[in-house]
């Protein structure tokens, strides 16, 4: 990628248009997809990393089919530490061998919404069980701290 010319980033990443016709909806029923801790609105962009992770940790990226036109989020709204993170899974792809990916955030953002896309269909395929909000939320929370402590070897006090 060295010779490439690096692409200009996009200022909004997409949804998938089934995903954004039929899998949001059914999410943001859920208190655990539509209520934050602090009693407020979830994010965009918060769901979209959730269903992010659960594609990185399933390795399922899928291109989205057709998107949704106008985009789902616009970039400038992730921290540092979210575009850190994005990177960073854009690097490890290359078995870390392309620092130059480290720079090409439109390739990364590509891969976000490829992980994303796939994460939805994970989380789509969760909510076909009819799982309940609160035990979905369990099961995913359960999911994460096993993650938690298998990454820093130490146990999430309840």
Not at 12 to 30: A, C, F, I, N, W
Not at 57 to 73: F, Q, W
């Amino acid at each position: 990628m060295a010779s490439e010319e690096l692409r200009p980033a996009q200022s909004t990443l997409g949804v998938d248009s089934h995903v954004d016709s039929s899998v949001l909806p059914r999410m943001s029923d859920l208190s655990f997809f539509s209520k934050s801790a602090d009693g407020g609105r979830v994010e965009n962009k918060d769901v979209f990393m959730f269903a992010y992770a659960v594609g990185v940790h399933h390795d399922m990226a899928i291109a989205p089919s057709s998107k949704v036109s106008g985009g789902y989020l616009r970039t400038t709204y992730f921290s540092d530490k979210q575009n850190v993170l994005m990177r960073a899974v854009h690097y490890g792809q290359s078995d870390f061998t392309d620092s130059d990916s480290l720079r090409d955030q439109h390739a990364t953002y590509e891969l976000a919404e490829q992980y994303a896309n796939g994460g939805f269909q994970i989380i789509e395929g969760d909510l076909d069980q009819n799982m309940e909000s609160e035990e979905l939320a369990n099961s995913y929370i359960q999911e994460m701290d096993k993650l938690y402590e298998q990454y820093t070897g130490k146990a999430i006090d309840a």
